[in-house]
């Protein structure tokens, strides 16, 4: 985040100061032990309605609930509560674009690896536009670092903890050439990326990683998920062997910040002709109308702004 696109605005512990006066403690076990829960949320503008709606926020705050609840630290406030200051902060800051949205709870102050409060939250949302790499596509490269166990460190939440993994195995990909990594699983299947899940096509059928192969319970796969099966189009979960990787007719990366991502290569082996699926672009094009609106179907999905 470079200076032009820090926001005006931030929620500290509930109340809205300046960006520049949100400051958590140098000793604070949220920073110096990682006991920090936090979610990403997506915020889409939409011209025509002159409105900015927020993406899945219920299923974002239920998921933080169940972050806090495993690292075993109180929530702060209600979800609703969070959900409304939320909103306000948007308000304050006016956005009439796309956003990011991130959410964080941890242990403030001062304590040690076990404390379990005082708990304090933040909220931030800053204009981001859609990467890249939704329209280009990447390369991915199967990294040599495993995904967390479940029993060491579990993946299934939205930790800061867990992100070290994820960074380990990114930086490994961009000294290798690649754009982004592929994570296996202690098993040697397919877990998930640095910071999204994967999809893969074999004969005309999607396939993505269970739960248990120590992916993130992701928001945007259950979406996915829902939009394919209501689309008719074939889908399988289950375990996915490294070597599928190489036979995939499409792939694609998801996660709230990227979206939905089409995946050009894996080991510089091409998926498909090398090029997005035709698969993948029909379900980016209705993942935009869901998430902006413009499909009245999925509409209970959204949370006005404005």
Known sequence: MTLQDRPPFAILNGEIVPFDQAKVSIMAPGLTFAVLAFEGLRGYWNAEDEQLYVFRVAEHMDRLAFSNAVIEIDEPQ?????????LA???KCCFRE???????????DWGDMTASGPVGWSIVARQRGRVAAFAEGRHFGVSSWRRNADDASPPRIKASANYLNSRLAGLEAKRSGYDAAVLL?????VSEGPGGCLFVMRDGTLITPPVTAGILESVTRRTLIEL?????????????????????????????????????????KPV???????????????????????NARYRHWLTPVY
């Open 98 to 108: 796309d956003v990011y949205i991130r959410m964080q709870t941890y242990i403030d």
């Open 78 to 86: 209600p979800q609703g509560v969070l959900a409304d200051q939320m």
């Open 228 to 268: 394919i099966r209501d689309a008719g189009i074939p889908l399988e979960i289950r375990d996915v062997g490294r070597t599928e990787l190489y036979l995939a007719e499409e792939a694609f990366y998801c996660g709230t910040g990227q979206e939905m991502v089409p995946i050009l290569s894996f080991d510089r």
């Open 89 to 91: 902060l948007m308000r």
């Open 185 to 189: 699983n202690r098993d040697g299947s």
């Open 272 to 294: 498909g002709k090398g090029e997005p699926g035709a698969t993948t672009r029909d379900l980016q094009r209705l993942y935009d109308a869901v998430v902006r609106g413009r």
